[in-house]
């Protein structure tokens, strides 16, 4: 049950993300794929602990290498 709950607030924050306006288009495409390895993840109903932290990776690099500005 708390895997579930978990991975619905995941994916309800990637979604306000998308709802924003003024996105680029490098941001709009980071935060799909972010939400694919979200989607894809919640598939899997025994996940190993590199499942875990693989779909964490994936959705952690594409908000950090696209929303954090470099300076």
Do not use: W
Not at 22 to 39: F, H, P, R, Y
Not at 45 to 68: C, G, L, M, Q
């Amino acid at each position: 049950m708390g895997k579930q709950k978990d991975l619905h607030v995941i994916t309800s924050c990637i979604e306000e993300l998308m709802a924003q306006d003024g996105l680029e288009s490098e941001q709009k495409d980071a935060l799909a794929t972010a939400m694919k390895a979200v989607n894809h993840f919640r598939r899997n109903t025994t996940p190993s602990d590199a499942d875990i932290y693989r779909v964490v990776r994936i959705v952690a690099e594409e908000i950090a290498k696209n929303f954090i500005r470099q300076e």
